[in-house]
């Protein structure tokens, strides 16, 4: 690993220690009671739950899961929607001591199979019977499923006829009768099941997405999270607890760790939870209103480029208005004050804050680096971004920007307890309570990950200022060699582009070539707005416009502005312009978002074998400074 250094410690007065997950609960029953802790979309209505029912509920489904034979230790997998009742089973799984297994929906069926296998998954929690169907396969196939448990009672009623009779279906009601019928006899039962749980047990195995190989299982511990979530929400200055203090809209999947643990320290805070989806964020925002609002940096920067998009469509005095206000944020220096940017604020910002539902105080972005040119420019509109990072294996959170000590383009500085330096090669090593207790079944990969000292390689790359403000400058695996022998980071030329309305997304490579290149995927929307702006037809094809020489002229343009400042030999040199897109669903993205740059690279093969099938022309044989 080499000499450490650049140690950065923040170690705090008061210890947060100690905690199971469950405790965090009963906690807030006594202190900070909430009638409308969590708030579920019935179809019709907001519904509440408050959080008396919503502990009946947890210690009636805990019980329930002992009485079908479940025994505290065994792993229980979660297949369901990202609402109260991923929290609900969640809860009850970790009452109960069982360790729970979430599962991304949008996992391909071999990723399902190999997590229930690997996790030796006793039982499974689905949403309902479309989501079951999606399973009934997989399940068949050979995993160690005893038991299904259906959130739909409806769903639960008739078993499939391709499941095997072995298997038990019965619905999460079904459970909680039972477990009701516990606690009818001792109501002080389901506490006492919860008092038992160890602050050193394990509470959850995440397996990780992961952009290459069989994803690997991470284990975490009550303590790990809890401490994590505690520590996190002490940072946030000016937090308002309790009923009528925060209100919470959550849209990212709780089977990711940022949302989980966000929703642990919500709920230690008794701050109400409006559950929220992708689908409906955009109606949801405008309703709910909320002052808090996790997001991811993909948000952001279609919430940006929607920005930009409905500014430059404006016409007269109101058009020249936006424009005005949206460059001024843009070029705006550190603070705001004055007559103008009140003007800009009144006229155009406050449009721009209603997006986000009028009321927001601060926006809470991990998952991926943002670009700070977006979180400067929303700055300067008064909505506050405070970004982070961590990863799974870390709780998540190692650092996040304060209210009070937000610096853009950074991640903030580490949590309480949490201790930050930097290998020789830059990468970020970090200790603490925060640390997963290894990867399941998978010792080797443990020791390769924590040294003997309880060190965490990241396997970022970073930087750390003297006041303990950390930067992170790329992944260690996404830096490329060229084959002059310099070394390229993708990640800041990415965030750059992608930053502009008309990119969706970018791919940088150039691995064992002279130079770097780019693969561009264009918002199709967008592209066509400047497709008719350059006089192109309307109906002009997306692929036509990918290759017409006015739209790659302007593309090229922004390619610039992204190489402006970089060392020659690290810029773009090429691109080429897709009319593709990266999702999860074509498996070119991560569930979190991060792009597969091998499954990118297979994909596209034929268009990078374009950009570099003549690399060793003359007017490229100086790439280097």
Not at 385 to 405: H, M
Request: hydrophobic share 40%; charged share 25%.
């Amino acid at each position: 690993m080499g000499e450490k250094k650049n140690i950065a410690k923040n170690v705090g007065k008061e210890s947060w220690l100690g905690r199971t997950l469950p405790a965090l609960i009963y906690h807030t029953k006594a202190v900070l009671p909430n009638e409308a802790a969590f708030v579920q979309w019935d179809s019709k209505d907001w519904k509440p739950f408050s959080t008396d029912q919503f502990i009946d509920a947890s210690e009636e489904f805990a019980l329930g899961l002992l009485e079908i034979g479940l025994s505290p230790g065994d792993r229980v997998a979660l297949y369901l929607e990202s609402d109260v009742y991923f929290c609900l089973s969640d809860m009850g799984c970790l009452m109960a001591g069982l360790v729970n297994v979430p599962i991304y929906l949008t996992n391909s069926p071999e990723t399902i199979e190999y997590v229930l296998g690997h996790a030796d998954a006793h039982a499974i929690i689905v949403s309902d019977r479309e989501r079951l169907s999606e399973l009934e396969d997989v399940i068949r196939d050979g995993a160690a499923i005893h038991t299904i448990i259906m959130v739909d009672a409806k769903g639960a009623s008739e078993r499939p006829s391709s499941m095997s009779e072995t298997i038990q279906l019965v619905s999460l009601d079904e459970i909680r009768e039972k477990g009701r019928g516990k606690l009818a006899q001792d109501s002080a039962i389901g506490r006492e099941l919860s008092d038992k749980i160890e602050p050193s047990d394990l509470a959850t195995i995440i397996y990780t997405s992961g952009t290459t190989g069989r994803p690997k299982g991470v284990m975490l511990t009550h303590e790990n999270i809890s401490s994590n979530a505690l520590m996190a929400y002490a940072g946030m200055v000016g937090y308002r607890s309790g009923q009528g203090g925060e209100t919470m809209l959550s849209f990212l999947p709780l089977t990711h760790v940022f949302a989980r643990t966000l929703y642990y320290g919500a709920l230690a805070h008794g701050t109400s939870i409006y559950f929220s989806h992708p689908d409906r964020l955009v109606d949801d925002l405008s309703h709910i209103h909320p002052t808090i609002l996790p997001t991811v940096p993909r948000v952001l920067e279609k919430v940006y480029a929607r920005i930009i998009a409905r500014t430059e469509a404006m016409s007269g005095l109101s058009g020249k208005i936006a424009r005005w206000g949206l460059s001024r944020a843009q070029s705006a220096k550190k603070g705001t004050a004055g007559v103008f940017h009140k003007t800009a604020d009144q006229f155009v910002y406050k449009k721009w804050r209603s997006i986000l539902g009028g009321n927001i105080r601060f926006v809470i972005s991990g998952g991926a680096a943002l670009n700070s040119d977006i979180a400067h420019v929303f700055k300067q509109a008064g909505i506050e971004i405070l970004q982070g990072y961590g990863l799974t294996e870390t709780s998540p959170v190692i650092a996040f920007n304060r209210p009070n000590a937000n610096r853009l383009g950074t991640v903030g500085q580490p949590l309480e307890w949490v201790e930050v330096k930097l290998a020789e090669d830059g990468e970020i090593l970090t200790r603490g309570p925060h640390i997963m207790a290894g990867y399941f079944k998978d010792p080797e990969r443990t020791r390769e990950a924590i040294d003997q000292d309880g060190w965490f390689s990241t396997g970022d790359i970073g930087q750390l200022s003297e006041d303990g403000f950390l930067t992170i400058t790329d992944r260690k695996k996404d830096l490329f060699k060229l084959s002059t022998g310099k070394y390229v980071m993708p990640q800041p030329l990415e965030n750059k582009l992608s930053s502009e309305a008309i990119i969706d997304q970018s791919v940088v490579i150039g691995d064992g070539h002279k130079f770097a290149a780019a693969l561009i995927f264009p918002n199709p929307e967008h592209l066509r707005i400047l497709g008719r702006t350059l006089g192109l037809p309307a109906d002009t094809p997306l692929k036509d416009l990918c290759t017409n020489e006015k739209v790659i002229e302007q593309v090229a343009l922004l390619v610039d502005r992204a190489n402006d400042g970089l060392p020659h030999w690290s810029t773009i040199k090429r691109f080429s312009i897709v009319p593709g897109e990266l999702t999860v669903e074509n498996e070119l993205l991560t569930p979190t978002l991060k792009v597969k740059r091998a499954a990118v690279k297979a994909r596209f093969l034929s268009e990078i074998k374009a950009l570099y099938q003549d690399e060793n022309a003359d007017d490229l044989q100086d790439t280097t400074p």
